[in-house]
């Protein structure tokens, strides 16, 4: 059949028509100066002579059947039939529109408007031909002057209805500049200037509706949606803009794409069906026309498929042939687009106003006023062909009543098509007046010329239409960019179910364009949401992962199905569906939550916490016995006991001791500069000050048991009391040198260290230089060392010398002590290397304190009767 013949074929066979339609208005020798029409189509139409004359073509007529073609004879005019009244309405709202500018002083005051309409009857070839004659003229014989110039047989065409029949007839219309403004064709393709450049529309193209039915999508967080689309021009565009569009904004995914047949295809409906009913999409756009959708939903309602929230392009949004109470179980809910409303005043007293013309109705169905009267009042004009009976319908009069019956011709409650008629009859309006108020001499065209309607080239027209800019009694801005398309807007509908099976569809709010882009307006208090919850459904493949993880594409999945990861240890997300997870500053760590980056926990040997605590009250313990002692060797300093064991080593040792225990404090608290410096040299020296005193000590008790021997007190001279302090000034210096060199060459410094935990940062001191640690800690013990060789030597000396015993044993003390600390100290991590240190301090400080002063306060506080020189005497004597 013709209507399914290749687009292509189509168009080449009528540019080679229309060639010869155009050609035949060439005068030429063969024939005479009157251009005569090849022949004529025998379309249904109405018209009206004017100045100038508007060309139009309405849907009137759904179906067309078409005749075999013989090649051998002329092919006979397709047959149209099943009336559409709305379609109708529209042609008869074009022409109310021409009536009320040929009423109005302001507009085209000295041209009267005409029009000739042409029902396409739904077909291609029957649309083109009504083009084709609309372009070439109308009566068998029409005169031009010598040079076939004149007023075009139409200035203008409103049409066409759909996208495939509107991108063959611009396509060839195009190449002579005759403008044609649509009304209802959406395909964004249209929008290219090249291939379409006299081609305007007063509908916003199917690339806004896209962008306007993503918008919805985001607004209600629906990534996982399903699309169906029609197996023609609409449908097809609209599926690669949708994709494309959808890419772009990082909207979401399409679940699955479907092309819906074009009939009844059982098997492939049900297959489609199916996929709906697996998928876990529970969104489903669909840009169809409503027969496609009619044969969609029987299969819907077979299979009952409940629970989609479908989605409707506005060329279904408002088609009552879906709105019917079998379908509203399914259907309640839908979210569509739809053509903006407008408001005609005057046009139903017009419609009110339409009368068949009797006369001219010399064939059934010829003139669409006569038709739509028989549709109307079931009636008819002329007898019916011989043979064909039928029963129950009388002649018409031509005077019935329209507002007696009940037809949707007078509801105008829900002008959307009609209302970009209205506006597309306007739009040829304004231009022709803006044309025709050019002042010679002022003009656009070359030499400054103006365009008249009696030499009118059809380009002129055109280029006064892209520059149209009026409002609308309605208030809407109508202009035309430079695709040609209107300034943007459409209507948000909502459909459900009325209690008495019926359907309203109710406006939810707009879309439009704006200098900010697409804006969309919602009010979902207003939206009914056929599901048991009344609220938006969940439609996404996979739920959106929360701040603290991250997305993982599932392989071989669409973009919008994958995996949330949480974040790894020190990485966070701080925002929904975050890609990746981005790491933390240096001095910072994730939280638990990986949301955020919180600073890290500081660690090292505090005097809040309870190991601080204690060491602490350790330090000031051992420090207060240390003082109590020195008191009581002071107090008692003339007694026997205290004189008898050096009493200014004792008093040099005693302080040294305290010393000691008080260096420890340095290692509590966070690490600076000053006490990283001050901790281990004020360590070395006070230990070396404290050690050389027992070492002097030891080496005086030596001296004193060898002078006891006859021959032996020469020695006693080197070890007099300016030797003694000299000794011990001497040793402590060495150890204050040692620590100079080592802070001036590689000082030790505060260091944050990160090794030991990633979500820490222990403060310690590094020590600079190891070499001058291991020095420091060396000479120290090389003089415990030699303390305790001296003192072991001299461990059998007489008691009243056995000082020797106490030293012994408290060298053996601290070696033990400092011996354990080395690998303590270096296998303990942070804080604890310190603790270890100030440990290894006080508990060298406490035997060294215990061990050589213990016996001696024993004896002055509790044994006082042995604190006499002739009791110190008697011991030597016994043993």
Request: hydrophobic share 40%.
């Amino acid at each position: 059949m013709w209507a399914f013949l290749d687009i292509n074929l189509l168009l080449l066979m009528y540019s080679v028509l229309l060639y010869s339609y155009f050609s035949s208005a060439v005068p030429s020798p063969l024939h005479s100066t009157s251009c005569r029409l090849q022949g004529q189509f025998n379309l249904n139409g109405i018209h009206k002579a004017g100045d100038a004359v508007l060309g139009g073509l309405f849907h009137i007529n759904f179906f067309s059947s078409f005749h075999d073609l013989s090649f051998t004879s002329e092919p006979q005019q397709p047959t149209c039939n099943s009336f559409d009244i709305l379609g109708f309405r529209q042609a008869q709202t074009m022409a109310f529109a021409i009536d009320e500018i040929n009423r109005n002083s302001n507009l085209l005051p000295n041209v009267t408007l005409g029009y000739s309409l042409y029902d396409n009857c739904g077909a291609l070839f029957v649309g083109f031909s009504g083009a084709l004659s609309l372009a070439s003229g109308l009566e068998e014989q029409f005169i031009l002057d010598k040079t076939c110039v004149g007023t075009p047989p139409v200035l203008g065409i409103l049409g066409d209805s759909t996208s495939t029949r509107s991108i063959a007839i611009s396509t060839v219309l195009g190449l002579y500049r005759l403008p044609m403004v649509s009304y209802f064709a959406t395909c964004s393709c249209l929008s290219d200037r090249k291939k379409f450049p006299s081609f305007f529309r007063t509908i916003p193209s199917d690339a806004f509706q896209v962008r306007a039915m993503i918008q919805i999508l985001r607004r209600f967080g629906w990534t996982w949606a399903g699309l169906l689309v029609s197996n023609d021009d609409y449908g097809l565009h609209a599926a690669r803009s949708f994709q494309s569009d959808l890419a772009q904004s990082g909207g979401g995914c399409l679940a699955y794409l479907e092309v819906l047949p074009w009939g009844k295809d059982p098997a492939e409906l049900r297959r489609i069906v199916d996929l709906m009913k697996k998928s876990t999409a529970r969104v489903v756009i669909v840009f169809a026309q409503p027969r496609h959708m009619i044969n969609l939903m029987e299969e819907v309602v077979r299979q009952n498929v409940t629970g989609l929230q479908w989605m409707a392009s506005e060329s279904w949004t408002t088609g009552t042939v879906l709105q019917t109470p079998h379908l509203m179980p399914y259907l309640s809910g839908t979210l569509g687009i739809a053509i903006r409303r407008g408001e005609i005043p005057g046009l139903r007293d017009f419609l009110i106003r339409i009368r068949p013309d009797i006369q001219h109705n010399n064939r059934y169905g010829n003139n669409m006023v006569n038709q739509f009267w028989e549709y109307t009042f079931q009636c008819r004009f002329a007898p019916p062909p011989a043979g064909w009976v039928e029963a129950g319908r009388e002649l018409c009069t031509g005077q019935e009543d329209l507002e007696s019956v009940e037809t949707e011709l007078l509801d105008i409650s829900n002008l959307r098509p009609e209302y970009n008629v209205y506006k597309a009859v306007y739009a040829l309006a304004y231009a022709l007046d803006d044309m025709l108020h050019c002042v010679p001499g002022r003009g656009p065209f070359s030499g400054h010329s103006c365009a008249s309607l009696q030499r009118l080239e059809l380009w002129q027209l055109v280029y006064y239409l892209e520059k149209v800019n009026f409002t609308t009694p309605f208030g809407d801005q109508l202009s035309f960019d430079e695709n040609g398309d209107a300034l943007p807007i459409y209507d948000i509908m909502n459909w459900f179910g009325l209690p008495d099976g019926g359907t309203k569809v109710e406006n939810v709010g707009e879309v439009k364009e704006s200098d900010k882009g697409e804006e969309l307006t919602l009010d979902e208090d207003k939206i009914f949401w056929n599901f048991d919850s009344k609220q938006p459904p969940r439609s996404v493949c996979s739920e959106s992962c929360p701040p603290g993880t991250r997305i993982a594409r599932k392989k071989g999945q669409p973009e919008c199905c994958f995996d949330c990861i949480p974040c790894s240890e020190g990485n966070i997300s701080n925002e929904t569906d975050s890609m990746d997870c981005t790491g933390c500053p240096e001095d910072f760590w994730s939280s638990p939550q990986r949301d955020h980056c919180v600073p890290k926990k500081t660690e090292f040997l505090s005097y809040q916490e309870p190991l601080g605590i204690c060491l602490t009250a350790i330090t000031f313990l051992g420090t207060f016995i240390s003082a109590v002692v020195l008191g009581i060797f002071i107090y008692h300093r003339s007694t026997p006991i205290v004189r008898a064991n050096n009493s200014e080593l004792s008093f040099q040792l005693l302080i040294s001791l305290k010393l000691c225990f008080l260096c420890s404090l340095l290692f509590i608290g966070r690490p600076r500069m000053w006490t990283c410096q001050m901790r281990h040299a004020a360590f070395g020296i006070s230990f070396v000050l404290c050690v050389s005193c027992i070492l002097v000590k030891t080496m005086v008790v030596l001296a004193v048991f060898k002078a006891s021997k006859p021959g032996g007190g020469a020695s006693l001279k080197w070890f007099g009391a300016v030797q003694q302090r000299g000794t011990v000034v001497v040793l402590t210096s060495i150890q204050a040198a040692i620590c100079t060199a080592w802070l001036v060459s590689a000082s030790p410094a505060p260091h944050k260290n990160t090794q030991y935990h990633n979500d820490k940062i222990v403060y310690e001191c590094v020590v600079g230089s190891t070499v001058g640690f291991a020095v420091l800690l060396g000479y120290i013990g090389l003089l415990a060392i030699l303390s305790f060789l001296l003192a072991f030597m001299a461990r059998n000396l007489p008691d009243n010398f056995n000082e020797a015993k106490f030293i012994t044993f408290s060298m053996l003390i601290f070696c033990a002590v400092w011996v354990a600390f080395v690998p303590a100290y270096i296998s303990s991590p942070g804080k604890y290397a310190d603790a270890v240190e100030v440990f290894a301090i006080l508990a060298s400080s406490f035997g060294l304190l215990v061990a050589l002063f213990g016996p001696k306060c024993y004896i002055i506080l509790l044994r006082p009767e042995r604190n006499t020189k002739k009791a110190i005497m008697g011991r030597g004597i016994e043993s």
